[in-house]
């Protein structure tokens, strides 16, 4: 639903600019930003893919950035493709690194962001239109810094290793990482299965809604 309400194409766009003055103003002002973003996005709708990788892969999700959560609770964390480059230096030869954007922030990003990170063997970038579910639950394991997409990881049971210290963080089936890399390392921990801790997430769940 956010890429095509945020689409430059909307017509409820052009409507909300007409009755309102100061955002017509504001738009005439932007023009440049919004062609930009039009660019951006015939870009990313041929370069970025909407299949799922076929061999096993951790799944990293962008965020919407500036955002309060990363920029005030993580600022280590305030440039992902770093943190995707570590990902991918690091990586084990049999692990591919998936990458969605954000469908927020689609468009805002363009070649000369993901062109470099596509430039990386075992890097994938996904659409933002790619479903969630079907994502994470391939996933060998989910990177997030703050993002609610680690909730989702804890809802289906998966591995979900943390950079910045979000709310879920106190889970016992979360990792908390000081550095991206690090997830590689509690992969090989054999005793790090949460797809087993049924009875601890479904407490830790229903505290959450309470």
Known sequence: KMLPDNSPLNPKKFISLFENRQRFTHGIKN??????????????????????????YIVFFLQHLPEASTCSQAPRWVYPDMIIEQLAINAPSHLKVVVKEHPRSYGRKGRDFFKPLQDLPNVLVCHPAIDNFDLVSHADAVIAITGTVGLEGIV??????????????????????????????????????????????????????Q
């Open 31 to 56: 023009i440049a930003w919004h062609y930009r973003a039009a660019r951006n996005r015939a870009w990313l709708g041929r370069n970025l893919t909407n299949q799922l990788p076929t061999e096993p």
């Open 156 to 209: 289906l049971g998966k591995r979900v290793g943390v950079l910045g210290r979000p709310y879920y963080s106190i889970y016992n089936g979360v990792r908390v990482l000081d550095y991206p890399e690090d997830i590689y390392e509690a992969l090989q921990d054999q005793s790090w299965r949460p797809e087993d801790m049924v009875d601890e997430r479904r407490h830790f769940l229903a505290a959450y809604i």
